[in-house]
């Protein structure tokens, strides 16, 4: 009966958040210890809405590491997963070494099983590499028994999980050491800061970008004029201006450099050689549609920021959600215009004037945009207490594929 107790596996479940960069990172100086060219700053994103979960199982009758990602067996020995992996294992053997007592650190020798599901579309831009090492890493810190400072290690696995570490606003400082122990990530305010933020994502395309963002950043890194000029002279200053607009709350100002930060990530993807388009038709309504409608009132009461794929992240405030989503369902009718179309935070309806539609003035593009989830800043990430939720089942494969 002991025996079987000691096989049986020991597993651990927990979630992790996309976060969406306002002060954007592109470009290496480090590709294997993936440090960054320039500092970032991003919001994380609530859980409640978007999300990793991740289970890992250790047990001494595990015969090899194994990986299942979204109901697929994937490759384990990818490199990026496998520094995560080393780097855990290394800092709980340290720790074991070091006289720690815990029980936790016993099964340092044992394999594990590793099953993980996002509930938003992978690799479409929306930040799934992020949520997805963040989560990995957490996990196997509660397996291993490895606490303290998790963001390095998040870091190798996908540069922007290490802001993934941290709930509502984060800054992740490239540092200048050449071990890139100083290239960390730290919260500026947590998620209770800002409540009247709200975040709004407009999914127009839930495929697979065409390139994937390491390899362009690299391409980037070695043809961008642009890239250096923006590390070096304009993402510094503007560091400080978006840590000083967070802080006061001042949404023009935070809006303000969130749009300019994007748009200058799309000009350096321009500028390299051959050029990179992320944005599509559109996520240039969209831009339009953005500019019109703060032109209309006068001031700047929504912003977009787009990454490395078409899906335009909106940030407003509370009070803007309603009409600004009846602007977005009117210039991309959807097939619906029931719950399907907005997933998330509810969202309640007001009457567009004819005055602004006329302003806006744009064409319609029908079923432009798939659907909006409506968020806010969230926690990072958390353990699951509940059983009935680990994606594994008590052998250690996964519940369903």
């Known amino acids: 009966m002991a025996e079987d107790s000691m096989d049986k596996p020991f597993i651990v479940t927990c ?8 002060i954007k990172y592109w470009g290496k100086r480090n590709e294997d210890l993936i ?3 320039n500092s970032s700053l991003s919001v994380t994103l609530h859980q409640d809405q978007l999300k990793t979960t991740t289970t890992v199982a250790t047990s001494r009758s595990f015969q090899e590491d194994r990986l299942w990602l979204n109901g697929k067996e994937e490759d384990i020995t990818h490199p990026r997963l496998q520094s995560c992996l080393r780097e855990i294992r290394r800092r709980a053997r340290k720790r074991h070494n070091d ?9 340092l020798s044992q394999k594990v099983h590793i099953c993980s599901v996002n509930n938003f579309p992978t690799a479409a831009g929306l930040a799934s590499s992020a949520a997805g090492f963040a989560c990995l890493v957490y996990s196997l810190a509660q397996v291993f028994g490895v606490d303290g400072e998790l963001s390095a290690i998040a870091r190798q696995g996908s540069g922007s999980a290490c802001r993934s570490m941290y709930g509502g606003f984060v800054q992740w400082i490239m540092g200048n050491r050449d071990d890139g122990k100083d290239s960390l990530a730290h919260q500026v305010e947590p998620e209770t800061h800002w409540p009247q933020l709200r975040i709004l994502v407009l999914v127009a395309s839930a495929e697979r970008k065409p390139i994937g963002s390491t390899s362009g950043m690299q391409t980037s890194v070695q043809t961008s004029c642009l890239l250096k000029h923006r590390a070096e002279s304009v993402v510094p200053r503007r560091m400080v201006e978006m840590t000083e607009a967070v802080r006061r709350k001042d949404f023009p100002a935070f ?4 749009i300019k930060d994007s748009n200058q990530f799309h000009a350096t993807c321009l ?3 051959p ?7 559109v996520s240039q309504q969209v831009i339009h549609l953005v500019h019109r409608y703060n032109k209309h009132y006068g001031e700047t009461r929504v912003a977009y920021s787009f990454d490395a794929g078409p899906n335009a992240v909106i ?3 509370q009070q803007h959600v309603p009409e600004f989503v009846r602007v977005v369902q009117h210039f991309f009718p959807p097939d619906t215009n029931g719950e399907d179309f907005i997933k998330g935070l509810p969202v309640k309806h007001a009457a567009l004037s004819e005055e602004l539609k006329q302003e806006i003035g744009l064409e319609p593009i029908p079923r432009g945009i798939n659907y909006i989830i409506s968020t806010k800043a969230g926690p990072g990430p958390r353990v699951v207490e509940d059983p009935s939720q680990h994606l594994l089942s008590p052998d250690g494969l996964p519940k369903k594929l």
């Open 15 to 22: 979630t992790a958040p996309v976060n969406i960069a306002v």
């Open 35 to 37: 440090l960054p060219i």
């Open 99 to 107: 006289g720690d007592p815990d029980p936790d650190t016993t099964g």
């Open 255 to 258: 809006a303000e450099l969130t």
């Open 271 to 273: 500028d390299t050689y």
């Open 275 to 281: 050029p990179i388009f992320y944005l599509n038709s």
């Open 315 to 317: 940030f407003t405030l």
